[in-house]
Nanobody
Framework: QVQLVESGGGLVQPGGSLRLSCAASGTIFRINAMGWYRQAPGKQRELVATFTSGGNTDYADSVKGRFTISRDNAKNTVYLQMNSLKPEDTAVYYC???????????????WGQGTQVTVSS
């Protein structure tokens, strides 16, 4: 069993910055991929940024140059630094991880509860 806990959301003015954190815990053998998605009311959930299973980073076109994903492997934690925030960035941000568990090497995808980001004057 794996749990993901997000933190760092809040209210920020346009042009401001926030840093989101997601810590994974539980029966983790290996994290194969880990990243961030977001969903606004009435809209589909979309990829924001992720570390892929191939070891690369992937960003949505709308956030390239503004958001940066990073990680601390020792803490099983991924971060999302969000700069130059725009009102259209307003959404619930969800952490996602593809995890191989131990001692039984099952593999599955896990989601956090989400953290609200609101960009408004």
């Amino acid at each position: 069993q794996v749990q993901l806990v997000e933190s760092g959301g809040g209210l920020v003015q346009p042009g401001g910055s926030l840093r989101l954190s997601c810590a994974a815990s539980g029966t983790i053998f290996r994290i194969n991929a880990m990243g961030w998605y977001r969903q606004a009311p009435g809209k589909q959930r979309e990829l924001v940024a992720t570390f892929t299973s191939g070891g690369n980073t992937d960003y949505a076109d709308s956030v390239k140059g503004r958001f940066t994903i990073s990680r601390d492997n020792a803490k099983n934690t991924v971060y999302l630094q969000m700069n130059s925030l725009k009102p259209e960035d307003t959404a619930v941000y969800y952490c996602n991880a593809d995890v191989t568990e131990w001692p039984i090497t099952t593999r599955g995808a896990y989601w956090g509860q989400g953290t609200q980001v609101t960009v408004s004057s």
